[in-house]
């Protein structure tokens, strides 16, 4: 053979190389450590954060998101590898629970510590109270710089979310790039997570040297958002929903990489939170904000702490709810608590996790509420339905898919999908549970409710862009 022939072949021989390696590459697992500047820490760096100068908060809410679909919490399909990494350095809560499955009576919840009927947000027109203490306020008082960026208009501050924030705003959206599709049919904003990330990193790279807290309420799952990359999962409603998911971790995962790059990870928790989950019809619902069963109350919390633990992450195998979040964070953090909350701090158990040592006792009940009518549809009448879990027990009160109230009881310890209905079988268990869930519902709001507000039309039909029915 001439050399000039093998001057000619010799390209095309290497090009043929390179793609059989890469073929390999593909059919063997290859774990490549993630570059991550944070240094390695253990309890005594845990208690040594609140009496240091007080970390950077990144608080991410992720909307929609169902602890059973993220393979972070054992689901098959590989979901969330970025946030399998993120746990296996900090904290996951392995039975965390949302107090409702609609977004707004959640989210009020969540920041105020308090169940949906103490903290009075619990219908479409209803509003924070501005006698309530948001940790947005807390915090701007210990000197942080406070921005919050959100795309759901459920929690807009026209609700009374803005109270404490320095700037609260949604993020301007860009032309959604040709590979993004959108499943959820209803949906007019446009935009995606993304815009909501960059508008963060925006604010960080001006004025990252301050003190910050910074909120980020994220809307892709909730749109069924996902990409050429990310559609794994098939074309079902269900499969179409994991894709999003996948996403939403590559959303998170450039985030956290970009913060890093910054160099601000050592100096912050980050916080990985939901305000509800997803039904695909495990008991004829589909969707969210109808019922407050295990698939759409059962949410991830997951924290990640200015330095990676000794040994790896740690979890949590207590029950927990949103309402715990802020006062961990406080708790964490050195900063006084909020007053009169119906959450704790979890701090006892996560010192026990990372030290390796029994859990403290709990005999806590824990409760998540909807009203059924929130939407108005059914005039001002209330129907309230409640979960009440204790131990590995959920009862739940409500009106089911035939419009009648039902009882239900189950048992997670034996049917984890809470799918097997035992109230038949155990009525004592059933009339005590219900005691207690009546006197739950029958709480007063810790404050006088603010008055309902009149929804102009053109916030009406934005919302009900999201695909709830509103009057």
Known sequence: MSPNVLTRRWPWAVAALFVALLFMARLVEVKIARPDSRPIGNAEDIERISAGEPPNILFVLVDTLRASRMSTYGYENPTTPFLEYFASKGVQFDRHLAQSSWTKCSMASLWTGLHPVRAGVTRFDHALSEEATMPAEILREAGYRTIGIYRNGWVSG??????????????????????????????????????????????????????????????????????????????????????????????????????????????????????????????????????????????????????????????????????????????????????????????????????????????????????????????????????????????????GMKGQVAEELFDAREDPAELVNLAADQPETVERLREAAKAHIRQEPAWAQAPSLEIDEMDLNQLRALGYALP
């Open 158 to 399: 026209y609700f009374g979310f803005e109270q404490g924030f320095d700037a609260y705003v949604r993020p301007s959206s860009r032309p959604m790039p040709a590979s993004l599709r959108r499943e959820n049919p209803t949906i007019k904003n446009r935009g995606s997570d993304m815009d909501a990330v960059e508008t963060a990193l925006e604010f960080l790279r001006l004025n990252g040297d301050d003190r910050w807290f910074v909120y980020l309420h994220l809307m892709d799952v909730h749109e069924y958002t996902y990409d050429d990359e990310s559609a794994l999962f098939g074309t079902s409603n269900s499969g179409i929903y994991d894709n999003a998911v996948l996403r939403e971790d590559y959303v998170l995962e450039t985030l956290f990489d970009e913060v890093g790059r910054l160099g601000y990870l050592d100096d912050t928790l980050v916080v990985i939170a939901s305000d509800h989950g997803e039904a695909f019809g495990e008991r004829g619902f589909e969707g969210h904000a109808r019922e407050v069963h295990a698939e759409t109350t059962e949410v991830p919390l997951l924290l990640g702490l200015p330095f990676q633990l000794e040994g790896g992450g740690v979890s949590i195998s207590q029950r927990t709810s949103n309402i715990d979040i802020w006062p961990t964070l406080f708790d964490l953090i050195g900063l006084s608590p909020m007053e009169d909350t119906d959450g704790v701090s979890r701090v006892p158990e996560i010192m026990a996790a990372v030290r390796g040592e029994a859990p403290p006792a709990s005999s806590e009940r824990h409760f998540a509420f909807l009203d059924q009518s929130w939407g108005g549809n059914a005039g001002n009448i209330p129907q309230p339905s409640v979960a009440l879990l204790e131990d590995g027990l959920r009862y739940v009160r409500g009106r």
